[in-house]
């Protein structure tokens, strides 16, 4: 035996021999312990001298893409939507005309009085009739309304000219949706008849949290305006200008995540080439920025979010930025190069960007990053070549693109790795990202155990071992946010992957954000949800922020032995368990069209077959170790209904003291969980526990997610 093998060897999980003494055939989704009555007590044995592999720092982090309005309509603090009157050429969507008391006018979009080159059309505002009872102008309905909160000082920000004879004043203010209850409002005047910037506050008194509100532009007297960008902000995380909401950035924070994936995800790669990301045209002011349409999930993106943006983001949590960068392939139209002399302008893009994100102020894009006000490089260690680019179907495309991709990469940035996002064979890879979305708990569980066998790396992942990036994965059970046995599912994979600290180095649950309004979002299930007004943690949100929170830097040798199982019928096919929700546009596994190996396979000939039922395991652990406190983490993942006694015993430590602590998040069954009314339901309990040792019985509360925190001498 090898060393690796051996490794492996000592990682194995004996599950109990009850299945024979099963009398229960069990549906997909339904659990219960094997019948039986002789159980042995479930057993670990934890070597804290064994170690089998190490948490890279690396290891925890999120993901992100324009998906689920993430930026637009969430973290991204913007509150008027369609600012440049862009995100409809036909319709000023988002937009109304105010007429009150009297007044009269109208409203157009008009290509005739551009704004500048990046946005080629204005809003025309044209009052016939007004007066001080008699207002007329324009309002804005925000993403599912314009928030208010008590006492609270908001940003207003908007260009116009006027036509002769018109200087203003124009009053800011937001109303509610009843037309006259103002929560706040401002006066700003000296229109011209060139573009000018005006900028004012809006602060609120003793109003209500509320979004039933517009933002709201008038004037008393006739004239014409053109207003070219208009846009609201409420204080942002840290106070940054064009930043984010504080109330989801305290939530990704406790996540402790010490990476970003971004920007995509299907966003990065767009339908077409023209709708991709674009990072150039993101930069600088955001008046100047064309915005695009996000056809990978059909809204508009301001692009607000840019790419130093997503930089800010990272400084802000202390992440490290793992670019993804454009490779070539969009998902479709047939927008695929290969030829190297096609792809070369997309190489150079690519090593443009990376400049930007790492070089120093005297490099071309290092210094645009410090006109952009960030003269400090950022530290980068890994790019991304593509997104999922196993979609694509041309044989050797991805092959093609990723040598090219990677040769200029390693040519000019050899520390960086290179993370391929499918097979390659002709270059070697440092990493690759592996993308995993399961259709019930039980289904994330039966992989739980899949890294403990990935002794040699499957063919065609190149000749030296690889790191693995887990870049997506979730239990897709919740609607609009993962449920308890979700939750569950993901807890057990998450074991999964800390034990194989060898290879696993990076993690990230996707996706990360979702509006919750009707039509808010495209994809089920999503990780944290927010409305206008508020945001909350589903019950995986804090079980990920317990892992990260609580563990050590070793992974050490456990074994398991007698746990307890059931039967279970997994679903037939595969699938990736999208949830289709009637009015959405586009519901598939990104508009690629769905992936070979994830819809369910249907033969021609015949119905799926149904798969054997499986015997699977109920509990789950893992064990780290802090190599400089020497404390120990064990994490123990009950899926079952009923408490479970686990005997464990700790070789390899001198001692463990008998005080130690749990933190344990639990849930009453699959189906609980939290929501915007009740964000708070399932949320990690601490308790100080007592009767610790080198050799002890604990009891696991049923359904319930544990860390064992003992303190040991060597
Ligand atoms: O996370 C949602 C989508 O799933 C991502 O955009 C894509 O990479 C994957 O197919």
């Not at 942002?236 to 402790?256: C, E, H, S, V, W």
């Not at 849930?667 to 009767?691: F, Q």
Request: net charge negative; hydrophobic share 35%.
């Amino acid at each position: 035996m090898n060393a690796v093998s051996l490794r492996f060897a000592t990682r194995t999980f004996e599950v109990g021999t009850l299945a024979a003494a099963t009398m229960l055939v069990l549906l997909a989704g339904q659990r219960a312990l094997s019948a039986q009555t002789d159980k042995p007590a479930t057993e670990i044995k934890i070597q804290a001298d064994q170690v089998t592999g190490h948490v890279s720092p690396m290891f925890y982090g999120i993901m992100t893409e324009e998906i689920n309005y993430s930026y637009d309509g969430g973290l991204y603090a913007e509150l008027v939507r369609n600012r440049n009157f862009k995100e409809d050429p036909k319709d000023i969507v988002h937009w109304q005309l105010v007429q009150n008391g009297g007044g009269s006018g109208s409203i157009s979009l008009d290509p005739g009085t551009p704004f500048n080159e990046a946005v080629p059309t204005s809003l025309k505002l044209v009052i016939d009739k007004a007066s001080a009872a008699g207002r007329v102008g324009i309002a804005n309905d925000g993403f599912w309304g314009i928030p208010s909160k008590p006492n609270t000082t908001y940003k207003a920000t908007f260009y116009a000219k006027a036509a002769t004879g018109f200087n203003g004043p124009i009053t800011l203010a937001i109303v509610g949706n009843d037309g006259t209850t103002v929560r706040a409002s401002t006066q700003v005047s000296g229109l011209t008849q060139e573009w000018k910037k005006f900028e004012a506050t809006l602060k609120t008194g003793d109003v209500p949290v509320t979004a039933e509100n517009k933002f709201v532009l008038t004037a008393a007297n006739p004239g014409t305006v053109w207003f070219g960008f208009v846009s609201l902000f409420p204080p942002t995380y840290k106070d940054r200008p064009n930043g984010f909401r504080p109330d989801i950035m305290q939530l990704l924070a406790g996540m402790k995540p010490a990476f970003l994936r971004f920007p995509g995800g299907n966003y990065l790669e767009g339908n077409t080439l023209d709708t991709r990301f674009d990072w150039k045209k993101t930069l600088g002011d955001p008046a100047q920025r064309p915005g695009h349409f996000d056809d990978a999930w059909w809204y508009w993106s301001s692009d607000g979010m840019g790419l130093q943006e997503f930089l800010d983001w990272c400084e802000d949590l202390k992440m490290e930025p793992v670019l993804a960068v454009y490779a070539g392939y969009s998902l479709r139209g047939g927008a695929r190069i290969t030829l190297h002399s096609q792809l070369e302008p997309y190489i150079q893009d690519a090593l443009d960007e990376i400049e930007y994100v790492t070089g120093d102020v005297n490099t071309t894009w290092g210094a645009r990053r410090a006109k952009d006000g960030h003269p400090e490089p950022y530290k980068m260690q890994y790019v991304e070549v593509g997104n999922e680019d196993g979609g694509d179907n041309q044989p050797g495309s991805y092959e093609t693109r990723f040598a090219q991709f990677y040769d200029a990469i390693k040519a000019k940035y050899p520390n960086l790795k290179v993370i391929a996002t499918d097979t390659v064979t002709t270059r070697v890879a440092d990493v690759i990202d592996e993308h995993y979305y399961r259709r019930s708990e039980e289904e994330m569980a039966s992989h739980a155990s899949d890294y403990d066998s990935r002794r040699v790396l499957p063919s065609g992942f190149g000749k030296a071992p690889h790191e693995v990036f887990v870049g997506e994965w979730a239990t897709r059970v919740g609607d609009p946010t993962p449920n308890w046995g979700a939750a569950l599912g993901d807890a057990a994979w998450m074991v999964g992957m800390e034990r194989n600290g060898h290879l696993v180095k990076m993690e990230a649950y996707a996706p990360l954000l979702t509006r919750i309004d009707p039509d808010g979002l495209q994809w089920l299930t999503d990780l944290i949800g927010y409305n206008s007004v508020s945001a909350y943690g589903s019950p995986s949100y804090y079980m990920q922020s317990m892992f990260a929170t609580y563990h050590g830097d070793d992974v050490v040798s456990i074994t398991a032995r007698n746990v307890p199982n059931s039967e279970w019928l997994p679903a037939a096919g595969f699938g990736i368990g999208n949830v289709v929700r009637p009015n959405q546009p586009v519901q598939t596994a990104g508009s690629r069209g769905p992936r070979p190996q994830r819809i369910p396979i249907i033969p021609q000939n015949g119905p799926v077959q149904q798969p054997a039922p499986q015997d699977l395991a109920l509990m789950h652990f893992d064990a780290t170790r802090d190599s400089k406190t020497g404390a120990i983490y064990v994490k123990v993942v009950n899926r079952a209904s009923t408490p479970q006694a686990v005997h464990v015993v700790l070789t390899g430590v001198a001692s463990v003291e008998p005080n130690g602590r749990t933190i344990t998040l639990s849930g009453s069954g699959p189906d609980d969980t939290n929501t915007i009314t009740e964000p708070t339901k399932l949320v990690p309990v601490t308790a100080e526990v007592s009767g610790l040792g080198t050799d002890f019985t604990r009891s696991f509360p049923p359904y319930s997610v544990s860390v064992l925190e003992l303190k040991t001498t060597k």
